[in-house]
């Protein structure tokens, strides 16, 4: 019987080696590519046919080995141990061969047939390097196609050495000699080939792997009942490093290490030795000691000021679209009654709102995506992590913790979900939950509302040395926390020592830059949307219910009964009396006047307002008076008469909701925490507030607007309302800051929450990224709140103490203690920067 199954193929390879490039040359499917590190880590598979024949192609995440230290490594090790493909194409960059190759002798090691693309052979030529291929396969032992994956060059050649190894004999594991080890690994290597259940082809790649006491091997063979095997595994490793001082594990290494640098040399001739390359040339600047920070904070100052200043120049631009949508949603529901809506009205224009919110920033995140796309694409990303790596270890993170802290919002204007979104290319597991753990410590948008509410408050004089202090706290308590957590609960995680390629520098396109831009922007709205839907159902639901007590209700009846039969008692003898002589006539005027105001603010030009009442007289001739100025008499008085009834019926509306708030689900929940909170001098309404920012960060200043609500016949900004009613309560400048301290330790919104939760694929960490930042953020602003308070401290004055507090803990953290022990783990190495 015909074989028709489809040949398994395996693209492995080190990050920056052009995989994604050759998996779409394969199978025609676009995949992400970028050269900042750790960029692919989940699993892609494709597929392609070739005469006849259907190849299944999984793309494997870059790893650089198969020792399972980081998240690809382990990823890449289980798909080639629980289905082992028929070819693994190893995918080498040809200017870094000695790099590349101990990878692919762990491969032919696990007894794979290895078809070895060279790839970037343009990049290798422009450097000088000659690769003889014939010489190169022959020690290889295996099949080399040249390959160019950014120009398709190579594709059909690859293509045909997949074919033939698919179709040849099984290959024979490789033998590398480890010299003094090399007879343990052979008396291993036959003890793991008579053992059910484990393939005989990867017996010698075990027996490695139990000598460089490799955690997932050692229990593969537990769990196969070995613990002899094991224990003389154990004396072996013992045994070689009383005799030769060095661990098994990093012998190994070395003489994969040094195999490779026979071949280099052997195989390739550097007609450029000594010549210095553009990349090194650049680099010599841009990571100079002195030069490479004020880069650095040169290239942050711009993505701030191209994303989220003129970003937010374009809101203006988009807000008047979604307004109109507002508009236009409006239209279409249930329409309004005079004092009590109907619930689907209510619900969906509640809804409509929490989408609008989201959906303004999209300008923003568009240019911020498209910025981290051009320094991810130059190269520039993976010496951004190269640069801060040193300053970051010492809080137990990771160089490549500074893009989720950049999408997070270093100094203003990100956003916690795509920031930790972005920890996944992080290999260091201890480093990555820490990123997690205080991404949403940063600043992102939706806190800026409420720091520019308070600060405009309480700080009128002094808000650019407020929102320095807090854009720059927030960063300096992240990387404290994150110390904490490495310190404690995070302590036990595993570690990975942190290897990074410094790829070429390279000119981004602009439709690469572009479709991430927009694949990153939709992504965030796809998966911050779907939450906002659901989550602005539930609080709706808690604030509205059960609702205004029948007897209150039944008193903002009669208050707008009587506005009503002024609004009548004012039209008495007026010919426009008619259009509103009904009940329904006069909701459905209401409405009209309602509608029209809302278009009228929304009118970007005067030809535009122009429109808009010709509309209404021609749609609605006989109310028009009542909505549109006039200056005959009789039009003036149907004009003030329903400017007067509309007023009246906001400020019953606005009481209404008060009172539905106050006594609402949420509401009780807010005087509830009265007990606690109290301590941070935060009533009610701030509970409130702060309750209902969970769901979205921006809930927080809207919350507060309908709960500071204006008096009937006042036109007053939420900050004149709002400060005035503190400071009548006893609330000061140092209840500000006390709230702005615990809203930038506060926990993540409810979205962030989840993307918690899908990244670290635990409920137990996405409860403790809410809890620990709530008992945090309360203890920080009670206890400076009530300190300040004992010292008679200002609002500016606890703020200032506060910053240079933590400012010189961190300094205390961060400097070399030579009065310590040395307590790194015995041969964890320090950044290896590995130049191209």
């Avoid at 295996?142 to 059909?156: D, I, L, N, T």
């Avoid at 082809?201 to 537990?222: F, N, P, S, T, Y």
């Avoid at 595994?233 to 003489?255: Q, W």
């Avoid at 809080?395 to 204007?413: C, D, E, K, W, Y």
Wanted: contains cysteine; aromatic residues 8%; proline residues 5%.
């Amino acid at each position: 019987m015909t074989d028709t199954r489809p040949y398994g193929v395996a693209l492995a390879g080190q990050q920056n080696c052009g995989k994604s490039t050759i998996f779409n040359i394969l199978t025609g499917l676009q995949q992400h590519i970028a050269n900042y590190p750790g960029v692919t880590v989940d699993k892609k598979s494709g597929a392609y046919m070739f005469e006849e024949r259907r190849y299944q192609v999984t793309d494997l995440p870059g790893a650089y080995s198969l020792s399972a230290f980081s998240p690809e490594e382990r990823v890449s090790r289980q798909v080639l141990l629980e289905d082992p493909p028929d070819v693994v194409v190893n995918v080498i960059d040809a200017t870094n061969l000695r790099r590349s190759l101990p990878l692919t002798f762990q491969l032919m090691e696990m007894g794979f047939r290895v078809v070895v693309a060279l790839n970037m052979m343009d990049a290798a030529a422009r450097r000088g390097l000659e690769i003889d291929l014939p010489a190169l396969s022959r020690r290889l032992n295996a099949p080399v196609v040249p390959m160019v994956g950014r120009a398709g060059k190579g594709g059909q050649d690859l293509r045909d050495a997949i074919a033939e190894a698919a179709q040849g004999p099984q290959a024979v594991p490789a033998t590398l000699n480890y010299g003094p080890l090399e007879d343990d690994v052979a008396a291993l290597h036959a003890r793991l080939a008579a053992i059910p259940g484990l393939d005989g082809r990867m017996a010698r790649w075990h027996a490695v792997k139990l000598l460089e006491d490799d955690a997932e091997a050692i229990g593969r063979a537990g769990r196969l009942g070995q613990t002899d095997l094991l224990q003389d595994a154990e004396g072996m490793r013992a045994r070689f490093e009383r005799v030769e001082g060095l661990s098994a594990g990093d012998h190994i290494s070395a003489t994969r290490d040094r195999h490779a640098a026979e071949i280099l040399r052997d195989c390739v001739t550097d007609t450029r030795h000594g010549m210095i390359s553009v990349s090194e040339r650049i680099d010599r600047v841009l990571l100079n000691r002195v030069f490479a920070p004020l880069f650095l904070m040169a290239t942050i100052w711009v993505i701030y000021q191209l994303s989220i200043v003129q970003g937010y120049e374009l809101t203006k631009v988009t807000w008047p679209v979604l307004a109109g949508l507002r508009n236009m949603a409006a239209s279409v529901l249930p329409d309004a009654g005079f004092l009590v809506d109907p619930q689907i009205r209510s619900l969906g224009l509640w809804i409509v709102d929490s989408i609008n919110t989201l959906l303004n920033y999209v300008p923003i995140f568009l240019i911020l995506f498209a910025l981290i796309a051009i320094l991810e694409d130059s190269g520039y990303m993976a010496r951004i992590a190269f640069i801060l790596d040193r300053i970051l270890h010492r809080f137990g993170l990771h160089g490549q913790s500074t893009l989720p802290f950049i999408l997070g919002g270093v100094f203003a204007g990100g956003c916690a979900v795509p920031g930790v979104m972005a920890t996944k290319g992080i290999p260091d597991a201890r480093a990555r939950l820490a990123t997690i753990l205080t991404v949403p410590f940063m600043n992102c948008m939706a806190k800026i509302p409420l720091y520019t509410l308070l600060i405009n408050i309480y700080f009128p004089d002094a808000k650019g040395l407020m929102l320095f202090y807090l854009s720059t706290i927030t960063v300096l308590a992240a990387l404290l926390v994150a110390k904490l957590l490495t310190s404690s609960v995070l302590a036990a995680q595993p570690t990975a020592p942190f290897v990074m390629e410094l790829p070429s520098y390279h000119m981004p396109t602009v439709t690469g830059v572009a479709r991430r831009a927009v694949d990153r922007t939709w992504m965030y709205i796809k998966k911050v949307g779907t939450v906002v839907v659901a989550i602005a159902v539930v609080i709706f639901v808690l604030l509205q219910f059960p609702g205004v007590p029948s007897e209150r209700m039944a008193e903002y009846q009669s208050r707008g009964e009587a506005a009503i039969a002024e609004f009548y008692a004012t039209l008495e003898g007026s010919p426009h009396l008619a259009a509103v002589d009904t009940p329904d006539e006069l909701i459905a005027l209401i409405n009209v006047h309602s509608t029209y105001k809302a278009r009228r603010l929304n009118a970007a030009s005067r030809a535009a307002a122009e429109a808009l009442d010709q509309g209404v007289r021609d749609d609605h001739p006989n109310v028009a008076p009542f909505v549109l100025r006039s200056r005959a008499d009789a039009d003036r008085t149907a004009f003030a008469a329903m400017r007067d009834l509309a007023n009246a019926r906001n400020t019953l509306r606005r009481e209404m909701q008060s009172e539905r708030i106050e006594s609402s689900f949420l509401g009780h929940v807010g005087r509830g925490l009265e007990p606690v909170t109290q301590f941070a001098d935060f009533d009610w309404r701030i509970n409130i507030a702060l309750l209902a920012s969970f769901a979205a960060r921006e809930s927080s200043v809207a919350t507060l607007g309908v709960l500071f609500d204006q008096e009937e016949g006042e036109n007053r900004a939420l900050e004149d309302r709002m400060g005035d009613q503190q400071r009548a309560e006893g609330r000061t400048a140092l209840s500000a800051v006390a709230l702005m301290l615990f809203f930038a330790l506060y926990p993540p919104c409810l979205a962030t929450v989840i993307m918690v939760r899908v990244q670290t694929q635990s409920t137990g960490w996405m409860t403790f990224s809410i809890i620990f930042p709530t008992i945090l953020g309360l203890v920080v602003a009670s206890a400076v709140f009530q300190g300040a308070s004992a010292l008679d401290l200002s609002g500016l004055e606890a703020m200032t103490a506060v910053w240079l507090g933590t400012f010189a803990l961190l300094l205390l953290v961060a400097l070399p203690k030579p009065w310590l022990p040395d307590l790194r783990r015995r041969g964890t190495p320090d950044i290896e920067d590995v130049a191209p």
